[in-house]
């Protein structure tokens, strides 16, 4: 088993809130993980996907009074709503007898759904945690290339092969079309739907035009905004915003879209392999959204990600508010990265407090007095200790 870095900060927040949220798509390793964290306490689990378990629960508050001095997991919590009620009159009626931390592991595929759902009960008495794919922290240096390729999902990382891997992605995206998105949202046709999210592939890394896509689908904007919003509620797609600031200057204001998974952007545009992936056009594009996701899941408290661009040709990656300032981050996969015009550009128009750019070779360097190059691995040491 891969030793997760969230493990740390789930035990922490245990200790301090009646219930933790443990948010992440499907197969990315919410169930191992909470399992791992409860081996060494009094612990009950209930997958809500099994009917068993859900009977279990036809009665919620016996039950659950009955483990009133267990953690108790409950996997797939958004498909049970109505538990969220009864959740919190258990934690209070715990607290009153002075259990105030360390009742619930609430597991759940879908961010906002569940935090719609669970902040109108639970508000004061529930923590959240984003359990992202697996990250080049977690699975060394030596398998960058591999974790790239295959992506970040625990299965298709630890396949035997490349083949095995890329037919595991093959059939969680399959699984999501024709089972787990239509449980979500409105009745779409899984094949439209396919092809949504395969042009999303091609656009990756790219402004969204949600007219040209919606002409693509023949479908009206309104729809593409549905599909696109039930993509990144289920935490399969990024949309990057654009930093606004009072610059005297035009500034693109359409988002960013990124696949957030190396590995099925890679299978959605039919790349098997390292070499086929280095002789594609994506190539660069496919560096930068692996690089943006695993930093911006090192970010810490409330820093937030955006891109920069004007009319004009001035362009940041990934622009980052951190506590001491803006971070400007420009990504390159050559190990000897050359700035565009539109880096300097941008950074004389914001002048941030950091200038780093993020390439794909082992070694730390400066490429000037105010601007560092640092591989992947060490821009996540850097962002974490921020």
């Known amino acids: 088993m891969i030793k997760r870095q969230k493990a740390s900060d789930i035990r922490e927040l245990l200790q301090t809130a009646p219930a933790v949220a443990i948010l992440g798509p499907r197969q990315v390793g919410k169930t191992t993980l909470a399992l791992d964290i409860a081996a060494g306490q009094p612990s009950v689990y209930l997958d809500l996907q099994a009917e068993a378990d859900r009977v279990k629960l036809s009665d919620p508050g016996f039950y659950l009074r009955q483990h009133s001095d267990k953690l108790v997991i409950l996997d797939e919590i958004h498909r049970v709503p109505g538990l969220f009620a009864e ?37 004061g008495r529930i923590a959240y945690a984003e359990l992202f794919p697996l990250n080049p ?62 042009m999303l592939a091609h656009l990756h890394g790219g402004l969204l035009n949600a007219s040209q896509l919606a002409r693509n689908l023949d479908v009206d904007s309104k729809t593409v905004a549905t599909y696109l919003d039930l993509l990144v509620d289920l935490l399969l797609v990024r949309k990057l915003p654009p930093w606004h600031a009072n610059i005297g200057k035009r500034l693109v204001k359409s988002p960013k879209v990124y696949l957030r998974d190396s590995g099925l952007l890679h299978t959605l545009l039919r790349i098997p392999g390292l070499e086929t992936l280095v002789a594609h056009p994506k190539l660069g594009d496919s560096w930068e959204g692996f690089a943006i996701e695993n930093i911006v899941s090192a970010l810490p408290g409330l820093s937030q990600p955006h891109f920069f661009r004007t009319a004009a040709g001035a362009e940041i990656d990934l622009l980052l508010e951190m506590p001491d300032g803006l971070w400007a981050i420009e990504i390159k996969r050559a190990a000897t990265p050359r700035l565009s015009k539109g880096f300097h550009l941008a950074c004389a128009d914001l002048k941030p407090t950091r200038r780093i750019v993020v390439h794909g070779g082992a070694e730390a360097f400066r490429l000037s007095p105010e601007i560092d190059a640092l591989p992947l691995s060490m821009m996540l040491q850097e962002v974490a200790a921020a």
């Open 137 to 198: 922290a977690e699975v060394g240096p030596d398998a960058l290339e591999q974790l790239w390729l295959r992506g970040g999902y625990p299965d298709s990382f630890q396949a035997r092969t490349d083949r095995q891997s890329d037919q595991w992605r093959q059939d969680f995206i399959r699984t999501y079309l024709e089972r787990d998105i239509p449980e979500f949202g409105p009745r779409v046709p899984a094949e439209r739907l396919r092809r949504f999210w395969t």
């Open 87 to 123: 959740l919190r009159g258990i934690i209070d009626a715990n607290r009153r007898v002075g259990r105030r931390a360390g009742q619930f592991l609430l597991l759940g595929s879908a961010s906002l759904d569940l935090l719609r759902q669970s902040g109108e009960s639970l508000a």
